[in-house]
Nanobody, 123 residues
Framework: QVQLVESGGGLVQAGGSLRLSCAAS????????MGWFRQAPGKDREFVAT????????YYADSVKGRFTVSRDNAKNTVYLQMNSLKPQDTAVYYC????????????????WGQGTQVTVSS
């Protein structure tokens, strides 16, 4: 069982930056691929970024490529999402998720989810 707690969301102006954190419980954090997903009001949840257990492999949604960076610190059981050049369309609840099988862009591969953190980007 893995418990995930996100933090770092908030209100920011367009063009600004935020860094989200996701702290995980458990002693096997490095064996889990970690993903970031988001859900805007009235829309389906969508993939944002993912990182392998070792941190060597990352994938990004086209909409965030070049602006967002996913990273992890396995010693701290934490994964991060650095978000730069934020746009109003990035406004959403951001979720981190974990799965022990594959570094995937597919949310249905993920077994454990955090409660989400709100990111609001004003124009």
């Amino acid at each position: 069982q893995v418990q995930l707690v996100e933090s770092g969301g908030g209100l920011v102006q367009a063009g600004g930056s935020l860094r989200l954190s996701c702290a995980a419980s458990g002693r096997t954090f490095s064996t889990y691929a970690m993903g970031w997903f988001r859900q805007a009001p009235g829309k389906d949840r969508e993939f944002v970024a993912t990182i392998s257990g070792s941190g060597r492999i990352t994938y990004y949604a086209d909409s965030v490529k070049g602006r967002f960076t996913v990273s992890r610190d396995n010693a701290k059981n934490t994964v991060y999402l650095q978000m730069n050049s934020l746009k109003p369309q990035d406004t959403a609840v951001y979720y981190c998720a974990a799965n022990g099988r594959v570094t995937s862009v597919n949310q249905y591969e993920y077994d454990y989810w955090g409660q989400g953190t709100q990111v609001t980007v004003s124009s």
